[in-house]
Protein backbone atom coordinates (compact mmCIF):
# COMPACT_ATOMS: atom_id res chain seq x y z
CA UNK A 1 0.00 0.00 0.00
CA UNK A 2 0.82 3.65 -0.91
CA UNK A 3 0.25 6.99 0.55
CA UNK A 4 -0.75 9.57 -2.10
CA UNK A 5 -0.46 13.10 -2.20
CA UNK A 6 -3.92 14.90 -3.37
CA UNK A 7 -2.14 15.87 -6.55
CA UNK A 8 -1.13 12.25 -7.44
CA UNK A 9 -4.54 10.92 -6.54
CA UNK A 10 -6.23 13.10 -9.12
CA UNK A 11 -4.24 12.31 -11.68
CA UNK A 12 -5.07 8.85 -11.31
CA UNK A 13 -7.91 7.61 -13.59
CA UNK A 14 -10.67 5.85 -11.64
CA UNK A 15 -13.71 4.22 -12.49
CA UNK A 16 -17.32 4.39 -10.70
CA UNK A 17 -19.22 1.59 -9.94
CA UNK A 18 -21.78 -0.61 -11.67
CA UNK A 19 -21.05 -0.67 -15.61
CA UNK A 20 -19.84 2.65 -16.83
CA UNK A 21 -16.75 2.11 -19.72
CA UNK A 22 -13.62 3.65 -19.56
CA UNK A 23 -14.42 6.28 -21.75
CA UNK A 24 -17.74 7.48 -20.17
CA UNK A 25 -15.47 7.53 -16.69
CA UNK A 26 -12.88 9.40 -18.27
CA UNK A 27 -15.35 12.37 -19.82
CA UNK A 28 -16.69 12.72 -16.54
CA UNK A 29 -13.67 13.24 -14.97
CA UNK A 30 -12.66 16.11 -17.60
CA UNK A 31 -12.72 19.40 -16.27
CA UNK A 32 -14.33 22.63 -18.74
CA UNK A 33 -12.28 23.52 -21.63
CA UNK A 34 -10.36 20.05 -21.76
CA UNK A 35 -9.79 18.13 -24.95
CA UNK A 36 -9.67 14.48 -25.81
CA UNK A 37 -8.69 12.46 -28.73
CA UNK A 38 -9.87 8.82 -28.55
CA UNK A 39 -8.82 6.92 -30.90
CA UNK A 40 -10.54 4.84 -33.76
CA UNK A 41 -8.56 1.45 -31.99
CA UNK A 42 -10.22 2.44 -28.37
CA UNK A 43 -13.59 2.36 -29.48
CA UNK A 44 -15.47 -0.65 -29.84
CA UNK A 45 -19.04 0.29 -30.21
CA UNK A 46 -20.41 0.30 -34.10
CA UNK A 47 -22.30 4.25 -33.47
CA UNK A 48 -19.39 6.66 -32.27
CA UNK A 49 -18.73 8.09 -28.90
CA UNK A 50 -21.49 10.89 -29.63
CA UNK A 51 -23.90 8.32 -27.52
CA UNK A 52 -22.09 8.38 -24.72
CA UNK A 53 -21.38 12.49 -24.73
CA UNK A 54 -25.15 13.05 -25.61
CA UNK A 55 -26.16 10.47 -22.58
CA UNK A 56 -24.05 12.40 -20.04
CA UNK A 57 -25.18 15.33 -21.27
CA UNK A 58 -28.43 14.08 -20.29
CA UNK A 59 -28.07 12.56 -17.21
CA UNK A 60 -25.25 14.66 -15.20
CA UNK A 61 -25.75 17.83 -17.50
CA UNK A 62 -22.44 17.86 -18.59
CA UNK A 63 -22.23 19.58 -21.99
CA UNK A 64 -19.39 18.23 -24.82
CA UNK A 65 -18.86 18.52 -28.28
CA UNK A 66 -17.73 15.31 -30.38
CA UNK A 67 -16.33 15.82 -33.31
CA UNK A 68 -14.96 13.19 -36.15
CA UNK A 69 -11.78 13.25 -37.70
CA UNK A 70 -11.45 14.11 -41.01
CA UNK A 71 -9.28 11.09 -41.64
CA UNK A 72 -10.88 8.78 -39.69
CA UNK A 73 -8.54 8.10 -36.97
CA UNK A 74 -10.95 9.23 -34.09
CA UNK A 75 -12.73 11.33 -32.41
CA UNK A 76 -11.95 14.65 -30.67
CA UNK A 77 -14.81 15.23 -27.77
CA UNK A 78 -14.48 18.82 -25.85
CA UNK A 79 -16.35 19.57 -22.67
CA UNK A 80 -17.54 22.88 -22.89
CA UNK A 81 -20.22 22.92 -19.69
Known amino acids: M ?4 KEEAEKIPVQGKGRSSAVSSALQAMKVGE ?3 LA ?3 WSWKRGPSIICKRLEKKMGLVFT ?3 VMDGSGWIIKRIK
Open 35 to 37: IVL
Open 66 to 68: CKR
Open 40 to 42: RME
Open 2 to 5: KKLT
